[in-house]
């Protein structure tokens, strides 16, 4: 298998982002056509692997706060979310309401992060996570 992986990607080359193939098709990694007309864009289990690895990044990334390990499971998720949507430099962004979350001042935390352009372009996604932030409970489904 190892010689086959190995010819593989110096046919096809090793591609981080999305390109192009001579084909003219979106294709990512090894040669995988991830296009919509023709492709086989991810699994399900590929997709699922994927979200799993970017949670962990987003674990690894919010450790930059000390208060983060703190912070009860759904305040936690709130936090991986925001960083997932936004990323770690413009999340960091949010001074005030970072500020009051070290502090345990979740309701001002809460109102910090609604008011933002972001939570005006990401709409109900900003209220139910301030709302996560503010009660430390999962909204209602």
């Known amino acids: 298998m190892t010689k086959l992986k190995e010819m593989l990607k ?5 591609r ?21 007309d023709g492709g086989i864009g ?9 979200l799993d690895t970017d949670i962990v990044r987003c674990l690894r990334e919010l450790s930059v706060f000390s208060w983060f390990s703190d912070l009860d499971e759904v305040r936690q998720d709130a936090m ?9 430099p413009r999340l960091k962004g949010f001074e005030l309401a970072l500020n009051a979350m070290s502090l345990g001042l979740y309701e001002e935390a809460a109102s910090e ?9 990401v709409g ?11 009660t430390g409970d999962y909204p209602e489904e």
């Not at 981080?16 to 919509?36: E, H, P």
């Open 10 to 14: 110096r046919h096809e080359g090793v």
């Open 80 to 88: 991986v979310s925001m960083c997932f949507n936004l990323g770690l």
């Open 42 to 50: 991810l699994s399900l289990d590929e997709i699922n692997y994927l």
């Open 124 to 134: 109900n996604r900003a209220n139910e996570l301030a709302e996560m932030i503010k």
């Open 113 to 121: 992060f609604l008011d933002s352009k972001w939570a005006s372009q």
């Open 16 to 36: 981080q982002f999305v390109y192009q193939c001579t084909a003219n098709k979106l294709t990512i990694g090894v040669g995988r056509n991830i296009d919509k």
